[in-house]
């Protein structure tokens, strides 16, 4: 039977038990470890108050499961167990069973360490010789009290959650962009809101990945602008789990299925968050540094002489200049700066006049010309209205629209005009194209964007194929010797490297322009 401390020395006398103390806490949500150091305290109290020297402290599985449901191995009951195989105590202390064990598994290691080392049990006021059998029964009983109540813990919190998610409330950590409220007198939960500074930093980061950066490359410039969170900087492992987390796209996940709608607003618009799995899911992405990305074409234009394909690669030539070669036979070649400055003036041309179809289905082509039809019509009764209100009466001197009629007139137009010209934006071109489409600035636009950028809007744009000059020497871009396939033409296909465009629509006629050094 198990003995009170105070009675110990009776039972082994002329005994010195030097002690192992161990703590441990299952939960310990703001990391001060606070209730292992009241478990180790007490322990030292009942140490000095019987003359037990302490020689080990056993205090870090702060957060730590015991239940055979853990996920992480405890690193100090790992030791505790080498220090009673090695014989470095006589006595191990902890608070109550279920600080050693909530798992039958680990109390017989336990039982089996301290029965061959001969290393005595105390917990809850009460020390156990683990040699005898009476003892042996009590401890295992508690053992099997511990592991019930462990697994009780766990299917409550299982209900728990099955019914927090059925409601779309949030469970476990906040996600990083949102924060939460708690009502200030019962201190239940309130709601989750997007955080009025990390929220938009999230936002941002999802355009820019749909934009054509990479991971490595959007958290260089977040450091710059500070830290993640208070003495958190930006790490690389932070982004992978961020761009695949549905939360962000206001969805609520159970048991790594999306279930329905969450409760709290999205900072991620469905269609942007859509776009974005599809460029992390793809393997041949680079999310660290695009080491291609010094010239505009290298690695993305192809030699259109080889039935294969193969990729132009940078070659140097005389001088200080470079040249886009065919990568496998190297019988097609043009200067980097003349096919550079082709393609660009194609591809700006492009995405003035034609680009905005080719990202449409039919019937998007059609609601997009009637839109543009009802566009026109607005405009022309606004300039009409404004013609007239220049327009003076030559008799009378009175204007043939009046003022205050010209200021009803615009306030009722013009909001119909902007909606007008909303409905004709694309709207599955990648959010990087679309900024481009249409533009009256387009070429101001283009000269702001980075290298990496530029590569993603050619990837997603058109295909560029560099066939061989009519003769050696012939340094011109003449008709047939560089060929772009736009984004809708027949054989056009994405690149699927940082950017992809998806549900291009079906065209006629491949555009060739012509050109001349």
């Not at 990390?198 to 936002?203: A, D, S």
């Not at 990305?293 to 200080?320: A, F, N, T, W, Y």
């Not at 550079?340 to 003036?345: A, F, G, I, L």
């Not at 736009?486 to 065209?507: D, K, N, V, W």
């Amino acid at each position: 039977m198990p003995v009170a401390p105070e009675y110990l020395h009776l039972v082994y006398p002329d005994t010195v038990f030097h002690a192992l103390l161990y703590g441990r806490a299952s939960r310990d949500p703001k990391k001060k470890g606070r209730s292992v150091a009241d478990q180790i305290s007490s322990g030292r109290e009942l140490c000095d108050q019987h003359g037990w020297p302490i020689a080990e402290v056993f205090d870090q599985d702060v957060d730590f499961s015991a239940s055979r449901h853990a996920r992480r191995k405890r690193r100090d009951f790992e030791a505790l167990i080498d220090a009673i195989e090695a014989g470095r105590g006589r006595i191990v202390v902890a608070w109550e069973a279920s600080r050693y064990y909530r798992d039958i598994e680990a109390y017989i290691r336990l039982r089996n360490a301290c029965m061959a080392a001969g290393v005595l049990l105390c917990y809850n006021g009460q020390v156990f010789d683990l040699s005898k059998r009476e003892d042996r029964k009590a401890t295992a009983q508690d053992a099997i009290a511990a592991e019930d109540e462990a697994e009780g813990i766990r299917d409550r919190n299982l209900r728990t959650a099955r019914a927090t998610a059925k409601k779309g409330t949030p469970h476990g950590r906040v996600l990083y962009g949102y924060a939460r409220r708690y009502d200030p007198e019962t201190g239940e939960f309130a709601e989750q809101y997007v955080h009025p500074e990390r929220g938009p930093i999230v936002r941002e980061i999802f355009e820019r990945i749909a934009a054509g950066e990479t991971e490595y490359s959007i958290m260089q410039s977040l450091r710059k602008r500070g830290e993640r969170q208070p003495g958190i900087e930006w790490e690389y492992y932070h982004f992978p789990t961020m761009l695949r987390n549905p939360g962000y796209a206001g969805l609520r996940v159970f048991q790594g299925k999306v279930i329905g709608k969450a409760a709290w607003p999205a900072i991620v618009p469905q269609e942007l968050f859509d776009q974005v799995q599809q460029i992390v899911r793809d393997e041949s992405r680079c999310t660290t540094k695009d080491w291609s990305v010094k010239h505009l074409l290298s690695g993305i234009g192809r030699c259109g002489e080889c039935s294969d394909l193969p990729r132009l690669r940078i070659m140097r030539q005389r001088g200080d200049t470079r040249a886009y070669q065919c990568s496998e036979r190297f019988h097609t070649i043009m200067r980097c700066e003349l096919l550079d400055s082709y393609v660009e003036e194609a591809l700006l041309e492009w995405l003035r006049t034609r680009a905005a179809d080719a990202f449409r289905t039919d019937e998007q082509q059609a609601q997009a010309a009637a839109a543009r039809a009802r566009l026109r019509t607005l405009e022309g009764q606004l300039e009409q209205a404004r013609r007239k209100a220049t327009t003076f009466n030559e008799q009378t001197g009175e204007p043939q629209l009046s003022v205050e009629s010209l200021a009803a007139l615009e306030a009722s137009l013009i909001p119909q005009i902007r909606k007008a010209k909303e409905a004709t934006v694309v709207v599955q071109a990648p959010p990087l194209v679309q900024g481009l489409i249409a533009a009256d600035d387009v070429e101001e636009r283009w000269d702001a964007l980075t290298i990496e950028q530029r590569r993603a809007v050619i990837r997603a744009c058109v295909n560029v194929h560099l066939h061989r000059a009519r003769a050696r020497g012939v340094r011109k871009i003449e008709p047939g010797r560089v060929t772009l396939t736009f984004a809708g033409e027949p054989g056009f296909r994405a690149q699927p490297r940082h950017a992809r465009a998806t549900g291009p629509r079906q065209a006629s006629a491949r555009a060739v322009p012509s050109g001349s050094e």
